[in-house]
């Protein structure tokens, strides 16, 4: 008879900060790479480009995986309601915005000085993310504060 397998510890804050200064390592380096690759001309640049921010993609993931599979049902239940309130209002208090900014005629000022089509697209899917990540932040300190 083979003894039961040791129930897994949460993971604590030292994992947590390793598993933060890996991926910020992954993403520094596609990062880099991404940056090396770009002004190379033509679908070799492009694919380059692709595919590291790719690889750093799939590690990231491959990272979450590893921590949700590691961490506590409670913690689980956390990080579940804080993305899908906080994230899901965070990303309707953006999209108000992007929205009024994007519908009215009005000169929105040094907003539209400069910037290409690009600038403007990757910017507005940035700040949605800030606004997704802020109102996730927030829901997941409401949601511990509840349940304390």
């Not at 690759?37 to 995986?65: E, Q």
């Amino acid at each position: 008879m083979t003894a039961p397998a040791p129930p897994n510890r949460p993971f604590g804050l030292g994992t947590f900060l390793l598993m933060i200064i890996g991926i910020a390592l992954v993403g520094g380096v596609a990062g880099g790479a991404a940056a090396l690759f770009a002004d190379r001309p033509g679908p070799l640049g492009m694919g380059l480009t692709a595919a590291f921010i790719s690889v750093a993609m799939a590690i990231a993931l491959g990272a979450c995986v590893w921590w949700w599979r590691g961490i506590d049902e409670a913690a689980r239940e956390a990080h579940k309601w804080a993305w899908w309130w906080g994230g899901s209002g965070g990303m309707a208090v953006g999209a108000i915005l992007m929205l009024t900014l994007s519908l009215r005629e009005d000169d929105i000022g040094p907003l539209s000085v400069g910037a290409s089509a690009a600038d403007l697209v990757s910017g507005g899917v940035f700040a949605i993310l800030l606004f997704q990540m802020a109102g996730y932040g927030i829901a997941w300190a409401v949601w511990w504060l509840k349940h304390r």
